[in-house]
């Protein structure tokens, strides 16, 4: 299975998972003209990922522990239910067995940033670590 | 005494990309009004959930306008003093005032605790159309805003009213 690489927009965000290091990044703004479009290939992709895992479950020891990092600027609210479906798939594959840190980014001061983390968090009763950052 | 100013003001249609010329006229307002980052952040969430609200909305009402260009979306957004207030108005099918109505009386009647698991429970397992909406951008507004959402609508034809919201902010 190939890492999935899309490249970020003054309007979409950019989305990195690669399987090599176990890293998931989603980084940037995001208020796609179509949301839906936009998620579609994310979420298929981590459909895949899931399936394959649960094919082969000797993939599991190979792989490294994984952490995703969200690093938003901005997301509209209608991304957000596209992020908890995100965090969903991400949650299975972490009650299979492996190992899932998410690591949720705010600038220095942006306590909004970080409420909507605690927001997303809450609902899909994932543990976040939050970390702040200088622009 | 700091007087009335206005920082953004358009009327007309609503496309995507008038949505990022906004956006791109509040971010150049943002040094001459002296807009401090964490106010300006939520300034600007105010302004694209308000925003994309009309612009969901629109093939509604298109027809609409362009027989009553009068009548097409408005938004303004203000200070006064520490005060800021964005107002937006467009054209609603009249079938359609019950079910917004509903949706921001139920947010405008929530404490924080009980707005947190409604937030939740739509994120989680809401009802969402092919637009998207499920009353999140409302619920949005009035978390950033921590005050009721106004709102008001008036009628403008047998099919059409007017439906207008204003969202006040403080600087802190």
């Known amino acids: 299975m190939d890492n999935l690489i899309i490249q970020g927009t003054d309007v979409t965000p950019s989305v990195n998972f690669d399987l090599n290091s176990g890293i998931f990044e989603i980084s940037g703004v995001s208020r796609p003209e179509d949301v839906i479009v936009f998620y579609d290939q994310p979420l298929d992709w981590l459909r895949e990922f899931e399936d394959n895992l649960f094919d082969n479950p000797s993939l599991k020891v190979e792989l490294p522990e994984l952490v995703i990092m969200f690093k938003m600027s901005y997301y509209n609210s209608s991304s957000s239910k596209y992020l908890i479906q995100i965090l969903s798939h991400l949650k299975k594959i972490e009650n299979s067995g492996i190992g899932v840190a998410v690591k949720w980014y705010y600038e220095e001061g942006d306590e909004k940033m970080r409420e909507d983390g605690e927001d997303l968090a809450d609902a899909v009763e994932f543990d976040f670590e939050y970390i702040e950052y200088e622009d | ?172």
């Open chain 2, 1 to 172: 005494m700091e007087s009335y100013k206005t920082i953004v003001d358009y009327k007309g249609i609503l496309t995507f990309k008038t949505i990022g010329f906004l956006i791109n006229d509040l971010k150049n307002k943002r040094a001459p009004f002296q807009i401090e980052m964490v106010l300006f952040k939520k300034l600007v969430t105010l302004m694209i959930e308000t925003l994309e609200n009309v612009l969901k909305y629109s093939d509604h009402f298109l027809d609409y306008v362009q027989i009553h260009p009068n009548h097409q979306p408005e938004f303004h957004l203000s200070r006064n003093g520490k005060s800021f207030t964005i107002q937006s108005s467009n054209p609603i099918k009249k079938d359609d005032i019950q079910k917004v109505k509903q949706k921001i009386d139920l947010i405008n009647s929530l404490a924080p605790d009980e707005m947190k698991l409604l937030y939740r429970e739509t994120i989680t397992n809401g009802e969402f159309t092919e637009k998207g909406g499920a009353g999140l951008g409302f619920m949005e507004m009035a978390k950033i805003t921590n005050q009721p959402i106004r709102y008001n609508f008036t009628s403008l034809s047998n099919d059409f009213s007017n439906f207008e919201l204003i969202l006040h902010i403080r600087k802190s």
